[in-house]
């Protein structure tokens, strides 16, 4: 069974760096777009970061362009998200996703797309 298991959360005060991995089993995703999407209380899940398996072109969200970085590594068949220069609003649930069929931040949400069980991470001011 295909699983996407997420770790590397947790507190941290503004200005810090955590680094997530999302290790993926059970199936190829040679094909697939991973991404990053986080939750904050009371409030919608959020695009941060995508990329294809394959590597090739990354995509952002607004609210994160240069200060997170999405990579993979093959051998380990884990996707990262760096994040740097944390803020108190990066605070939430942080999700790592697969998809066939999305493209960067669009396409999201399929009854195919596979997802992990999510990371807290905390950002105090």
């Known amino acids: 069974q295909a699983q996407l298991a997420e770790s590397g959360g947790g507190l941290v005060q503004a200005g810090g760096s955590l680094r997530l991995s999302c290790v993926a089993s059970g199936r190829t995703f040679s094909s697939y777009t991973m991404g990053w999407f986080r939750q904050a209380p009371g409030k919608e899940r959020e695009f941060v970061a995508a990329?294809?398996?394959?590597?090739?072109?990354?995509y952002y969200g607004d609210s994160v362009k240069g200060r997170f970085t999405i990579s993979r590594d093959n051998a380990k068949n884990t996707v990262y998200l760096e994040m740097n220069s944390l803020k108190p609003d990066d605070t939430g649930v942080y999700y790592c996703?697969?998809?066939?069929?999305?493209?960067?931040?669009?396409?999201?949400?399929?009854?195919?797309?596979?997802w992990g069980q999510g990371t807290q991470v905390t950002v105090s001011s």
């Open positions: 990329m294809r398996w394959s590597g090739g072109s990354t």
């Open positions: 996703a697969a998809s066939r069929y999305a493209g960067g931040m669009n396409g999201w949400g399929t009854p195919d797309d596979y």
